[in-house]
């Protein structure tokens, strides 16, 4: 990605983990794709094949056109088109104060993006999204689908479905840090949030550790880590209010424990 670039041999390590005879790699990123084509030539066992994707979304459009059914050049042809149909529209913000194709940006500015190129940027974030709304229409784009992450609450979601933005909205890690995520948001419950730090998702698959998550520690143990509610209730006290703490008297309450915490 723009921060956490995996090197060859992080890629190889995961192709080679691969039961598969033909491994498709979807890099995602135009930084990456050197990176993962080297691969190519260096596995003997299986076939490699380097759909040069840039963005996310040519990513998973891919993987959705996949026929498991199909053969190699179908599904690689099939894939490729996949991709070729998708425009990328992103919002992030400025950092810091710069300048950028003649363009000044200034810091806290909303950048927008497409296709990785700058489209334009704007102080106001709903005339942002409708700057991209007209530009999605104007290329006569069939569907919308609209991802968001750390940083973005269910509610300006809504509003930009709402407001015509998009069809779909998708979450990524926001499920990991809370996968009760979509029936809170309905409710109006308490979303445990998605920090963004990358370390327990990301992070791991680099170093062949299972996915975590450093606010919800269940996540990747939803086998093992189970908590049935209890026919003989306790009084429980939980002295010290840290994340470890804090965890011991939620799971303990959500067994029906009556806890005090200290």
Request: glycine share 8%; proline share 6%; with cysteine.
């Amino acid at each position: 990605g723009q921060t956490m670039n995996p090197s060859t041999e992080d890629i190889l390590k995961q192709i080679q983990k691969t039961p598969a005879e033909i491994v498709y790699v979807l890099p995602n990123n135009k930084n990456i794709i050197m990176a993962a084509q080297q691969c190519v030539d260096l596995v003997e066992d299986k076939k490699v094949i380097v759909l040069p994707a840039k963005t996310v979304p040519q990513g998973i459009s891919a993987m959705i056109a996949v026929n498991p059914d199909g053969d190699e050049a179908e599904n690689t042809a099939a894939m490729e088109e996949a991709m070729s149909l998708v425009t990328t529209m992103e919002v992030t913000y400025a950092a810091r104060d710069s300048e950028f194709d003649g363009q000044a940006i200034h810091a806290g500015d909303y950048l927008l993006l497409v296709d990785n190129q700058l489209f334009g940027t704007e102080k106001d974030l709903h005339t942002a999204l409708d700057k991209l709304a007209q530009a999605s229409k104007e290329r006569a784009g069939e569907f919308i689908s609209i991802f968001y992450g750390e940083g973005v609450d269910p509610d300006q979601a809504e509003q930009a479905l709402a407001l015509g933005y998009g069809d779909l909205v998708a979450l990524g890690r926001p499920m990991l840090a809370d996968p009760d995520f979509p029936n809170k948001a309905k409710e109006g419950a308490l979303i445990r949030p998605c920090m963004g730090c990358n370390q327990g998702c990301l992070a791991g698959t680099f170093f062949d550790k299972p996915v975590q998550c450093l606010v919800n520690p269940v996540c990747g143990r939803e086998e093992t880590l189970k908590f049935p509610r209890t026919a003989e209730p306790k009084r429980i006290l939980v002295v010290g209010g840290g994340p470890a703490g804090l965890e011991t008297a939620l799971r303990a309450a959500w067994r029906g424990h009556q806890v005090t915490l200290w």
